[in-house]
Nanobody, 119 residues
Framework: VQLQACGGGLFQAGGSLRLSCGATGSFVNVNATGWYRQVPGNHRELIGVLAEGESPHYAGFAQGRFTISRDNSPDTVFLDIVNLKPEDTAVYYC??????????????WGQGTQVTVSS
């Protein structure tokens, strides 16, 4: 199983972006997805998670400007950010909890995609 994230780049403050993360390979089901971000020198912080059949849950800082959604066909998760701010500059990572076989559930990380927001 591999996760491929894309959509990063250079953005203007006040703008918006959509990141996507797709899962490829052989697996049974994507049970949960999440987005994280990391600034050099800081720990990786959770933005939000979306479990199958549930509504998304967001970290406090992400309420209002961040939206996580999912497309099951293919297995892709999205992160929309509006009203971008320079402090959103970070490497963004996707995470999926995937059932690879009956009774086998593993967590996978995407490779990270750089988002830079200029003022």
């Amino acid at each position: 199983v591999q996760l491929q994230a894309c959509g990063g780049g250079l953005f203007q403050a006040g703008g918006s972006l959509r990141l996507s993360c797709g899962a490829t390979g052989s697996f049974v089901n994507v049970n949960a997805t999440g987005w994280y971000r990391q600034v050099p020198g800081n720990h990786r912080e959770l933005i939000g998670v979306l479990a199958e059949g549930e509504s998304p849950h967001y970290a406090g800082f992400a309420q209002g400007r961040f939206t996580i959604s999912r497309d099951n066909s293919p297995d892709t998760v999205f992160l929309d950010i509006v009203n971008l701010k320079p402090e959103d500059t970070a490497v963004y990572y996707c995470n999926m909890v995937i059932t690879t076989a009956p009774g086998a559930m593993l967590g996978y990380w995407g490779q990270g995609t750089q988002v830079t927001v200029s003022s």
